[in-house]
């Protein structure tokens, strides 16, 4: 295990897959609950076959409540509802979540539960399931960082006056299969680790083992991106890719579309992120955007959910500020959105934010846009928030505390991800 996870760090990007991009999507930028919520239960009150659905958070407040009402609703009318939450994100919500479903036909799997004192001790359960994925009838997508939770709800911090920032993408196209793929593949996974043993025996009973085994196992594997070399020039609008982060094939695949894009920069890069701590690569490629005129911009959380967060965010400001990097703080509301803009061109949403638990851990999801229009409407909603927000002039930690700040989150973030089973350089 631990020299296939060094694997991209011995070979270099190159071992790493690319974005697969496909042409004749298309795509809606949603802003928020407000928006996302409305399109998927229309989506969903219209599904005719199947709803796959996998979430970080499953809240038992009102958007919560709701949703879980209308897939009730759809799965008695006899179309196959398959959900998939998060054993630690939804873990307040799980005796909700199972007392509403049961003797519903809504098949309900939990992605590494943690129900018993010693599940904290197995194997990789500090890698979690952080996608944020719905697909519906395999023609309606959506994919972005919005869990199944009020906008003016914060799990730490009870109720908010304004909503968080966050967005969501909802798609139509060829894009929408492999989406479908990964939400089949991680439901299977997390449906197996509860029924497992019914599953061996149903093997052994059946009279076809080996094609039994061969669908289970296809059903297991995530969507396999190519090699990326198409032409984007040569595919109908909209171009689009679906990217992961998994524990297998694609374990870097989203941080190197990130550098890639940072790398060949010609004007500006706007990224926006509730939790930052890049590794080396990451930072290198915009220390270097910055340094030969690129306007690099991040907007980062003013308002704090969780201080160790905003600690390891700190520590790098003096580093950026002082390499041209602009950097501000969102004052408004607390900050959700994992999004990034580069020369209004190319852009993407998603669940993973930049840092070692999203680019290293948890099993993520994006969608990148090859598409002017649409970057475009990702950069109007970058300014407005910008216009709201505070430009940091200086990092506040220069000195010996600077250097004791920078040395204490080094050192969390190392013992965080050898415990996790990470290995090698970040």
């Known amino acids: 295990m631990a020299e296939a996870e060094n694997l991209p760090h011995l ?3 190159h071992s790493v897959p690319r974005p697969d991009y496909v042409g004749g999507n298309e795509v809606r930028l949603l802003r928020g609950g407000d928006e996302l919520f409305p399109a998927q239960a229309a989506a969903i009150a219209a599904a005719h076959h199947e709803v796959w659905l996998g979430t970080y958070i499953f809240h038992h407040d009102s958007a919560g409540q709701a949703l879980l009402a209308q897939l009730k609703a759809v799965a008695a009318r006899g179309v196959r509802v398959r959900v998939v939450v998060d054993g630690f994100g939804s873990k307040a919500s799980l005796p909700w979540l199972q007392r509403e479903l049961a003797g519903s036909h809504v098949a309900l799997a939990i992605f590494r539960p943690i129900d018993r004192w010693w599940r904290w001790f197995q194997p990789g359960q500090l890698r979690r399931l952080h996608q944020k994925l719905c697909v519906v009838d395999g023609e309606v997508g959506f994919v972005g960082g919005i869990n199944i939770i009020d906008d003016r709800m914060d799990l730490n911090h009870g109720a908010t006056e304004l909503p968080r920032l966050d967005y969501a993408v909802g798609l139509r196209g060829p894009l929408v299969q492999p989406m479908e793929q990964a939400l089949r ?3 299977t996974r997390a449906w197996l680790g509860r029924d497992f043993g019914e599953e061996l025996l149903a093997l052994v009973r059946s009279p076809m083992p080996v094609a039994r085994l061969r669908r289970l196992v296809n059903r297991l594997r995530m969507p396999r991106l190519r090699r990326g070399e198409q032409t984007l020039q040569d595919l109908p609008p909209v171009c689009a890719a ?4 998994d524990n297998l094939r694609q374990r870097r695949t989203i941080e190197r579309a990130y550098v890639e894009a940072i790398r060949a920069a010609n004007e500006s890069v706007d990224l926006i992120t509730p939790y930052f701590y890049p590794g080396h690569a990451f930072r290198r490629a915009l ?3 910055a340094r030969r005129g690129v306007r690099v911009r991040l907007l980062l959380q003013g308002k704090v959910d969780y201080r160790i967060a905003a600690m390891a965010a700190h520590a790098l400001y003096a580093e950026l500020l002082g390499q041209g990097v602009q950097v501000f703080e969102y004052l408004p509301a607390f900050l959700h959105a994992k999004v990034g803009v580069v020369d209004e061109h190319w852009a993407t949403v998603g669940s993973s934010n930049i840092d070692p638990l999203s680019l290293l851990l948890n099993l993520e999801a994006n969608v990148i846009v090859a598409d002017a229009d649409f970057a475009r409407s990702v950069a109007q909603e970058f300014e407005a928030a910008l216009a709201v927000s505070r430009q940091v002039a200086a990092a506040d930690d220069t000195g010996l505390r600077g250097v004791l700040r ?3 989150v ?10 996790a089973g990470s290995t090698g350089r970040y």
Request: hydrophobic share 65%.
């Open 406 to 408: 920078r040395g204490l």
């Open 11 to 13: 070979l270099s990007w």
């Open 242 to 245: 679906f990217v992961l982060r």
């Open 185 to 187: 593949a991680v439901w």
């Open 287 to 289: 220390r270097d955007a």
């Open 410 to 419: 080094a050192w969390v973030a190392y013992v965080y991800l050898r415990v």
